[in-house]
Nanobody
Framework: QVQLVESGGGLVPAGGSLRLSCAAS????????LGWFRQAPGKEREFVSA????????YYADSAKGRFTISRDNAKNTVFLQMNSLKPEDTAVYYC?????????????????WGQGTQVTVSS
């Protein structure tokens, strides 16, 4: 059974940093595109970032550019999201996703596997 398990969420003040991790099990994701999405209360889930299977290319939503960095460790089947300069509007549940033959990295439908999410709360 494929599982994606996120960790690293929490409560931080505005301007702070968090590093999210997503560990995959049940299948190797070394050839998969891995992505991060988020869903704020009352809003639809939105794309944050994604990374190709070789560690590139990388994709970022405009809201994440310059502040977030995605990376992956294929040996550990893990993807990371380093989030700096966090803002209250970054508050959301962050989801990890994995997919193969992804043509549109920013679209949810491109991904077959999803984690349960980790809460990120940024206080003002």
């Amino acid at each position: 059974q494929v599982q994606l398990v996120e960790s690293g969420g929490g409560l931080v003040p505005a301007g702070g940093s968090l590093r999210l991790s997503c560990a995959a099990s049940g299948r190797t994701f070394s050839s998969a595109t891995l992505g991060w999405f988020r869903q704020a209360p009352g809003k639809e889930r939105e794309f944050v970032s994604a990374i190709g299977w070789r560690g590139g290319p990388t994709y970022y939503a405009d809201s994440a550019k310059g502040r977030f960095t995605i990376s992956r460790d294929n040996a550990k089947n893990t993807v990371f999201l380093q989030m700096n300069s966090l803002k209250p509007e970054d508050t959301a549940v962050y989801y990890c996703a994995g997919g193969y033959s992804v043509n549109f990295a920013s679209q949810e439908r491109s991904y077959n596997y999803w984690g349960q999410g980790t809460q990120v709360t940024v206080s003002s």
